[in-house]
């Protein structure tokens, strides 16, 4: 579920992987520890907050194409 990303988020960049002129684009923050996911085109939607562990499972699981 989305949650709102606290204030002090800031820095938004975009994935590598969003290329030039797709409309596919994801943005990550970080904020301490914890990393940010929303997309660009629905930033009213919040964001997908990962704790590190997470983050790393959900990287390897993308990298590993167990995620569609």
Known sequence: ???????????WFKSSHSGGNTTECVEASRLGETTAIRDSKAM?????????????????????????
Do not use: I
């Not at 606290?6 to 820095?11: D, I, K, L, R, T």
């Not at 009213?44 to 569609?68: C, H, I, K, M, Y």
């Open 44 to 68: 009213e939607e919040g964001s997908l907050l990962f704790r590190p562990d997470s983050w790393t499972a959900f990287v390897s699981a993308l990298q590993g194409g167990r995620l569609r």
């Open 1 to 11: 579920m989305p949650s709102t990303l606290p204030s002090e988020a800031q820095g």
